[in-house]
C-alpha cells in the first residue's frame, strides 16, 4: 500500500496480543507522533474485534513513544451487531505502558440513507499551492515531516517564522508525501499530525503533551487532499483542549477530534 | 452531602472491584442517564486511583443501565507524578457490561499560576426565572427530571412543544433539585443531563443513544448555577456528535464534553 501502511503493521501472537513496532521516521524530536502511536494500536485493536474501522477511539498517553518493538494487547468489553469495543494498553520494549485506548469499532459502509443535517463548511483553503509547506525555525529537522505533507493556510503560518497570529487557529492541506490513499486508521494520524494551535497564541513554543486524544470517524475518505482545522478555545489552569476538523476531496467531514494536552512552558534554566 | 452524592456512592470489595448502584430514578424511562452511569463508574475509578478528579474521561456505552447493583474493576494502567490513568468495566447483575471507561484522574486545585487565554464566553442566558423549566410533551414523567433542574433558554425551548428551533443547540441552567454542590463528579452528569440538541432539528423525537461520551474536567466549579450549552454539527451517516460547556458562577469553563450518538429513527409500525 505504501509507507504508512507498512509502517503500522501488526502481527497477531499466539496469546491473544499483537506484536508491532514504533518505526524510526515518525518522530517529532525523536519522540513518535501520538497520532502516529494510536494508528498502530488502533490497527490491533481493528483486527482483534474484525471490524475495520475506529467509530470512536480515545487513547490517553501514558510515555513517549520511542522508535522499537511494541505489543498491543486488545482486550473485546463487548460484540454487539453493529459495533465492537475494546480496550488496548500499548507496551514499550522496557514493559512500560506508552498509551492506553478505548475503541468502539464498526464498518462505515456508504451512507446509510438516513438524515444528513450539517451545520458547518469545510475550512476556506487557498490552492495547496499558494499554501505554506510546514517548516521554518520551529521545526526539528527529519522525522515526520519527511512522511507527511501538510500546506499550512497562508493566515495561520506566523508561528513558524516568529510571528505568531494570535489566534488558536491553524487549517491546512494533509497528504502523505507517497500520496498513499488515507484509510480510516489513517484518520487517526492526521488529527494529530499539524502543529499545536496553541503555536499561534504568543505563548513559548515548546513540546505540548497530549493526555489524552479522541477521534470520531464520521466516513471512509475519498481520494485527494484532506483539508483540516484545527482550533483551541480554552488555555486554562495548565491544560489546553484543540478541537480538529477533517474534511475530504468530496466536501463531506470524514472526522473529528478532541485533544487535552498540557501547556507548552518555556524550557527553565537548570531543569 | 445530597442525593446524587449518596447514589453513586461505591464500596471497595476485597478483590479489588467496587460494588454500587444504579439507583431508580436517575433515568428517562427506564434508562438510567448516561452521564449518572459514568458518574458511578468514574466514583470507583477515583477511590481506586486515589486522585479526586476525573481530569479526562471517556465512556463507551455498552446496554442501557437498569436499576440495581453494578460492579465495577477499577485497573489502574499508570501511576504518574501528576496523573493517574485507569480503565474500567461496570457490570450489571445480569453480568452484561454496561459501560466501558477510560480516564485520567489528577488534583484539580486552585489555578497554577500558568497563562490563561480564553477565546469564548459563557452562554447568554436570560435570569433562570425567565427560562422554562424542562417539561412538556415529550418528557415521559418521574425519573431524572426529578432529580435535576433544568432551566432552558427560551429561544431553545420550541422542541418541548413541538416546534423545534431548527438551529441544534440546546442552552440552560442546571442544578441539583436538592441544590447540592456539584464536584468534578457531577459534572460528568451535567454534561448528558439535557435533552438531546437534535430534538431541535426537525427530525423525529426519540431515544438518541450515546454510543460514546468523553468529559474533560477544567476545572472544580463554584456553588450556585451552572450555565450549560450544548451544539450538534453534523447528522451524517446515522450519527450525530454533540458537544458540550460547562460553565460556573465565577464564569469559568468547568466541563467540556463531546458525545457521538445514534441519530434517533421514528418508531417502525411491528417492529
Redesign the interface.
Known amino acids: 500500500m505504501g509507507r504508512f501502511d507498512d509502517d503500522t503493521r501488526v502481527e497477531a501472537r499466539p496469546d491473544t496480543t499483537f506484536a508491532g513496532e514504533v518505526v524510526d521516521g515518525w518522530d517529532i524530536a525523536g519522540n513518535a507522533n501520538g497520532g502516529y502511536l494510536l494508528a498502530v494500536a488502533a490497527r490491533a485493536m481493528a483486527t482483534a474485534v474484525e471490524r475495520p474501522d475506529p467509530?470512536?477511539i480515545?487513547a490517553?498517553y501514558?510515555?513517549p513513544g520511542r522508535p522499537g518493538p511494541v505489543v498491543i494487547d486488545p482486550q473485546v468489553?463487548?460484540v454487539?451487531k453493529r459495533?465492537t469495543?475494546a480496550?488496548a494498553?500499548m507496551t514499550g520494549s522496557d514493559g512500560r505502558?506508552v498509551l492506553?485506548?478505548?475503541?468502539?469499532f464498526g464498518s462505515?459502509e456508504a451512507?446509510?440513507g438516513?438524515?444528513?443535517?450539517?451545520?458547518?463548511a469545510p475550512p476556506d483553503l487557498p490552492p495547496t499551492e499558494q499554501c505554506r509547506p510546514r517548516s521554518g525555525g520551529t521545526l526539528p529537522p527529519g522525522g515526520f515531516m519527511q512522511r507527511v505533507e501538510l500546506r499550512i493556510h497562508p493566515d495561520d503560518v506566523g508561528f513558524s517564522f516568529g510571528a505568531p497570529t494570535g489566534?488558536?487557529r491553524i487549517r491546512g492541506w494533509f497528504r502523505f508525501v507517497d500520496d498513499e490513499p488515507v484509510d480510516t486508521t489513517g484518520l487517526l494520524l492526521v488529527v494529530d499530525a499539524f502543529p499545536p494551535t496553541v503555536f499561534n497564541?504568543g505563548?513559548a513554543i515548546g513540546w505540548v503533551p497530549t493526555?489524552?486524544l479522541?477521534a470520531?470517524v464520521?466516513?471512509r475518505p475519498a481520494p485527494g487532499w484532506l483539508r483540516c482545522a484545527f482550533t483551541?478555545?480554552?488555555?486554562?489552569?495548565?491544560?489546553l483542549?484543540e478541537d480538529g476538523e477533517v474534511w475530504d476531496a468530496t466536501d463531506?467531514?470524514v472526522a473529528?477530534s478532541?485533544q487535552?494536552a498540557l501547556?507548552p512552558?518555556p524550557p527553565t534554566p537548570g531543569n
Open positions: 467509530v470512536t480515545s490517553h501514558l510515555a468489553v463487548k454487539g459495533f469495543t480496550s494498553t505502558p492506553a485506548a478505548l475503541g468502539t462505515l451512507d446509510d438516513g438524515a444528513t443535517l450539517v451545520d458547518a489566534t488558536m497564541s505563548l493526555v489524552e479522541t470520531h464520521r466516513a483551541t478555545r480554552f488555555v486554562t489552569g495548565g491544560f483542549e463531506r467531514l473529528q478532541r487535552l501547556v512552558r
